[in-house]
């Protein structure tokens, strides 16, 4: 639970400092009154700011409300933090906030003429960071500021969302993520490709429907957060470069049910990839999991009921691969008219490659048989020309060192692959 | 969704068809009993023309079909045969194939099916 605002957690005690408006003033600070001071505010949630302001002899409190999710109780503005302050945004009652960190700025001056306030520094989904005043200002949850947001006088857009999701703790964002009737009210309110943006800024993780009763797996798929840590305690030093660039799981993937995964299924594949063969048919019937390949983010959508345990990983690895080889290898289908549905066999390969120690060492289950052809010929390479070759090629951007190993052949290879012409690839050696 | 196990017999079905495999599968016997691998459902088949064998099993649980797929891939391989295990779900699909080339590619074949198209 998030700590009150210091007003409603000093209400009913007997303060031990002068109050002023809003602002509380220490006449003479001692240590003790500091320290009394310093619990009244709570833990590190409230900043409490001394600084030398208001009275002379005296030292006024500078301080803000916690951190978290607020919404307008009344008309109200977010002001910069200029000299004067000048308005960044009107906001309407209802409007959703998000009280940040202040930075040790002063939370406590005066605006217009009507004297000194105290102030939380925020953003509004649309504007920000600048300062509101703590008076316009309720506690609420991620789910309430959301719904503010949909109640809102137009549809808000995903970045919107995204930027009042983006400041939440983890625990609101499980807690609205999992929270069915607001899910359905903002799939009502929202078009289905920003609701379908929302679900993986939200952390959206089903559990399957036919729920194990206990060991590995008895809460289904891992989480993209868990993803993350089993893919970096494995390869970590494979990783590292990847992990310094931002590339991770979590936020990446969503867990969904079936009007879900059929939603984000018809956008990628139907709408974007154009692949009218799909159009009436049922997601699941066709695959456990796809990335948004034809889409700006590719986000993961993974089947609540269907994959296994090493279905998050295997996807999840793609986000820390460089997109270099598997555009490549796109592009080389595309001039030679070989479908591909947005992936490659290289890239699944290698990637399937580096999926199953993790999911044997970190996830502690046996990885089944996927992509059981393109594994072959990835161990293959590895064995040929060295895990380091193959590591820096997959994560590192250095395809071509790779090709330069492999030598004058790899044009037939990297075709053939493609192809998915495993006679020709057991013949020569590469299964 | 499936929700039966009936259906999910029938996905799986769907996965192994001629369309997908280009394989003809005759009907015959899993390569153990359902209920001796804890399972509530399940089928087999052979194809024709090579030495490739298909095992299909539901559970109850979902990715319940781990446990016993390694003793099944040890057993296989113990006779002379290339296992190929996926599990989706509730269903385990379990293949093995013989030695020779064509039955390899066969099982190559029936591998890019059981767990779903390249998306």
């Known amino acids: ?431 | 969704m499936p929700s039966t196990a009936e259906e999910w017999i029938d996905f799986a079905r769907g996965r192994l068809s001629p369309e997908r495999t280009h394989l003809t599968l005759t009907d015959a016997p899993p390569v153990e009993a359902p209920g001796d691998l804890g399972a509530v459902a399940g089928f087999g088949g052979e194809a024709e023309g090579v030495d490739l064998h298909v095992s299909v099993y539901v559970f109850e649980e979902w990715g319940a079909g781990l446990a016993p797929m390694q003793d099944l891939k040890a057993h296989a391989e113990a006779q002379g045969r290339e296992p190929l295990a996926v599990v989706d779900g509730p269903v385990l699909f379990f293949a093995t194939a013989g030695p020779e080339q064509e039955d390899r590619l066969a099982l190559f074949a029936v591998a890019d099916c059981f767990s779903g198209p390249r998306l």
């Open chain 1, 1 to 431: 639970m998030r700590a009150r605002p210091v007003h409603q957690q000093n209400a009913g005690r007997q303060p031990p400092v002068r109050r002023a408006g809003s602002t509380a003033a220490l006449l003479a600070p001692t240590p003790a009154s500091l320290l009394q001071l310093q619990r009244l505010a709570g833990n590190a949630s409230v900043t409490a700011l001394l600084a030398g302001w208001g009275a002379p002899g005296a030292t006024t409190v500078q301080r803000q409300l916690a951190p978290g999710m607020y919404v307008l109780n009344a008309r109200g503005r977010l002001r910069s933090e200029g000299s004067r302050h000048p308005k960044i945004e009107s906001l309407r009652p209802g409007r959703p906030a998000t009280v940040l960190p202040n930075g040790g700025r002063k939370s406590a001056f005066k605006i217009g003429t009507s004297g000194l306030v105290e102030n939380s520094w925020a953003r509004t989904a649309s504007a920000g960071p600048g300062w509101i005043r703590d008076a316009r200002l309720d506690p609420t949850t991620l789910v309430g500021a959301l719904d503010a947001t949909l109640r809102g006088p137009r549809k808000p857009t995903a970045d919107e969302l995204r930027a009042v999701i983006a400041w939440a703790t983890p625990d609101e964002r499980r807690a609205a993520a999992a929270d069915d009737a607001f899910l359905a009210r903002a799939k009502k309110a929202l078009d289905s490709d920003t609701y379908l943006q929302v679900l993986p800024a939200l952390g959206v993780h089903r559990t399957p429907d036919r729920v194990k009763s206990g060991g590995p797996g008895a809460l289904g798929h891992p989480t993209g957060h868990d993803a993350d840590v089993a893919i970096r305690a494995e390869l970590a030093h494979e990783v590292a470069d990847a992990v310094k660039a931002g590339r991770q799981v979590e936020g990446e993937v969503s867990v969904v049910g079936d009007q879900d995964f059929q939603a984000a299924f018809d956008r990628q594949w139907v709408v974007a990839a154009g692949q009218k063969q799909y159009i009436g048919k049922n997601a699941w019937d066709i695959c456990e999991a796809f990335v948004d390949v034809n889409l700006p983010k590719r986000h993961i959508w993974i089947h609540r009921s269907l994959g296994d345990l090493g279905t998050i990983i295997h996807e999840g690895m793609h986000k820390y691969a460089d997109s270099l080889l598997r555009d490549e290898q796109i592009q080389l289908c595309n001039v030679n008219k070989i479908t591909h549905g947005g992936t490659s066999r290289l890239d699944e390969g290698i990637t399937e490659y580096f999926t199953r120690p993790v999911v044997v060492n970190q996830l502690k289950v046996p990885r089944a048989d996927y992509y059981a052809n393109e594994h072959k010929v990835a161990t293959k390479l590895a064995a040929r020309f060295g895990r380091p070759t193959l590591v820096n090629a997959y994560f590192n951007g250095d395809f071509e060192g790779l090709k330069q190993a492999f030598g004058k052949g790899w044009p037939v290879f990297a075709e053939r692959l493609e192809r998915s012409d495993w006679r020709w690839l057991l013949i020569n050696g590469w299964m």
